[in-house]
């Protein structure tokens, strides 16, 4: 949609809002819909190297995973067992983990367990628990899972399993027994395994017909989902990863790895688009993955790519994964995170989509729990969501707010309400029956569990996972940074302090939390919005801004520059909304929740330094 028409269909829905003002409200699509709400719900699409929803508003996508269990078979290649599961986790991700998308896993092998036949009935299922987190105000992007290809690759004894492809396309190959010697991390797999690595090359080069059968499957299953779903619901999935972890598997003689991206992977992605749009899905893009070792952080791993010689435009999205190598070898990497760890590497992934013509999403990124590097984890976490706010360590922020970049949308790996509760006999062997962490080769990353009452829980520090972001900006983004104070231990993590030189916003903030976001508006009557976290309720939120200063955010209206309202879906989730119809103005906005009934005095003291400081920084 053009910026034209999107502002043209805003002030349709806003002299709609108040030409019924005083009688019927027209019906909202979701509990907890506003005036601009199913507007702004219309198909997400990319303009100018940012998601844009229906009324040209900027969106940056936030979440999780759902879920490491699709690898699994005690749930049939599901992310759950039951439609009432997928609700209660949908109402948990938005209202405890603060999440607005996920990545939706599906897998080939369930979709297609005989060659050429699609099963309806897991369509069926993975549709109605899709149905459950848009319900929520969720947006989804489904994504067909792979890791080692597939589990029937593996011994019933082996240490290690794999997920994707069905039984029937791995008989048809005649490959060696799987093998990899001591590998101590599963990803070993990937290029030591030989059943894998041939199995994988035999995918790409479409041997025995697969990489057809796959694309006719993905075809089916985008039809059967947008038939199965009213538009509104369709509405809100996003777009389609096609593969997980894309790589050769083996290269072919004097082939680089940059030369298969180009020659092998890129025309099935085109070939992919296609099936796309004959399936409906015209309007979304496809989440594309580069060679899944282009942005590897031990150099012995890293291969050139990262979609070099491509073109993708709007009806494409850079999609990528981010693993700390180092930190989870517990070798490369003896320390812990630290401010800015990160920054460089995600300020990588912007300039590639950038360059492509696209935006970017860090579609997985995590560290284990549990385990003999899992007290790494609190920093690897905060430093890889501060690299999501800026390109910006911390320390250097509020003297450098104009080189934040934009705000990178991700999903974290993952979310699986069943972690520590399995029951899942790895390669089909009744005598390695996995309950433990997310059973699957010994990984342990679910933020989430349910406790002994079937309660869904976090196993992360809330304040790190419930974030303040900018999930739609009525304009552009020039800047934002999110200080959580999430804790190592009992060690509270503080990598961005209020600089001394504005001591009276350093005294609104104190030792709570703050969010800053700079934007530029174009002119839209509906607001700006930021995630509440549940850390930030009313009674200690305070908000200073160019649009003016509150303490306790009311009640939004239209004509509330600055206010609170509950996230579309009947969750509980609670957003902050700025209103400023103006175009091409500077706008700011500090939000906090370090202040007790702060005066009326401080507030507008605060306020100074912060214009004071926008004018000199983005002058």
């Known amino acids: 949609m053009s910026k034209l028409r999107a502002h043209l269909l805003g002030v349709l829905v806003l002299l709609t809002g108040l030409l019924t003002t005083t009688g019927a409200q027209p019906a909202s699509a979701l509990p907890d819909d506003l005036w601009f709400d199913p507007a702004a719900a219309a198909t997400l699409t990319v303009q100018n190297g940012r998601f844009t929803d229906g009324l040209g508003r900027e969106v940056v996508l936030r979440g999780y995973n759902v879920s490491g269990e699709t690898k699994l078979k005690e749930n049939n290649g599901l992310p759950f067992a039951s ?44 549709t109605d628990q899709i149905r459950a987190f848009l319900d929520a105000g969720i947006r989804v992007y489904p994504d067909f899972h792979q890791d080692l290809y597939s589990r029937w690759l593996f011994d019933p ?62 075809q089916k299953t985008m039809a059967y989902v947008k038939q199965n ?44 688009r296609a099936r796309m749009d004959a399936a409906g899905w015209q309007a979304k893009p496809a989440f594309v993955e580069p060679n899944l070792f282009w942005n590897a952080n031990i150099d012995f791993q890293k291969q050139e790519g990262g979609l070099l010689d491509a073109t993708l435009g709007s009806r494409y999205v850079f999609n990528t994964h981010f693993y700390d190598q180092k930190a989870i070898s517990g070798v490369f990497m003896w320390g812990k995170a630290e401010d800015g760890q990160y920054v460089g590497d995600f300020g990588t992934v912007r300039d590639r989509a950038t360059a492509t013509g696209t935006t970017a999403i860090i579609s997985e990124f995590g560290h284990p729990l549990t385990g003999s590097v899992s007290d790494k984890a609190p920093t690897v976490y905060k430093a890889m969501y501060q690299a999501l706010d800026s390109r910006v360590k911390g320390a250097n922020w509020w003297a450098n707010p104009a080189s934040s970049g934009s705000v990178l949308s991700g999903s974290q790996w993952q979310w699986d309400i069943y972690n520590g509760r399995h029951h899942e006999l790895m390669n089909d062997n009744p005598n390695e029956v996995q309950t433990e962490g997310d059973a699957w080769n010994d990984e342990d990353l679910s933020a989430v569990r349910l406790d002994d009452s079937g309660k869904a829980v976090l196993r992360q520090d809330a304040r790190m996972l419930d974030r303040v972001y900018p999930s739609a900006t009525a304009g552009r983004s020039l800047a934002f940074t999110f200080e959580d104070r999430s804790r190592d231990g009992s060690t509270t993590l503080t990598w961005n302090p209020v600089p001394s030189s504005l001591p009276n916003v350093s005294q609104l903030v104190g030792s709570g939390q703050y969010a800053l976001q700079v934007w530029r508006s174009d002119g839209s009557a509906e607001p700006t919005e930021l995630h509440l976290p549940a850390s ?3 009674a200690s939120t305070t908000v200073v801004s160019d649009l003016g200063t509150v303490f306790g955010p009311p009640a939004y209206t239209r004509t509330t520059p600055i206010a609170a309202a509950a996230e579309p879906g009947g969750t509980g989730s609670r957003r902050l909304l700025l209103t400023a119809a103006d175009t091409g103005t500077l706008h700011y906005a500090l939000v906090t929740n370090g202040a007790s009934a702060p005066s009326a005095a401080v507030l507008s003291a605060a306020r100074s330094e912060l214009s004071s400081w926008m004018a000199s920084e983005f002058s």
């Open 83 to 126: 439609v009432a599961d997928a609700k209660k986790s949908a109402t948990a991700l938005r209202a405890l983990g603060g999440g607005n998308s996920v990545r939706f896993l599906l897998s080939w092998a369930y979709a297609e367990p005989t060659r050429g036949q699609v099963d309806p009935a897991y369509l069926a299922a993975a």
């Open 157 to 218: 004894d082996s240490w290690y399993t794999g997920d994707g492809a069905p039984k029937w396309a791995v008989d048809l190959g005649d490959y060696p027994d799987e093998y990899c010697g001591i590998c101590p991390f599963w990803g070993q797999n990937i290029p030591s395994n030989a059943a894998v690595t041939q199995a994988t090359y035999d995918f790409w080069h479409n041997e025995y017909g697969l990489q057809d059968a796959f694309l006719d499957t993905a």
């Open 229 to 272: 779903l009213t538009a509104t619901q369709f509405a809100g999935v996003v777009g389609f990863d096609p593969w997980n972890e894309p790589h050769a598997g083996t290269y072919d003689s004097g082939q680089t790895s940059r030369a298969w991206e180009k020659d092998v992977m890129w025309p099935f992605y085109v070939k992919f």
């Open 536 to 538: 930030f309720p009313n």
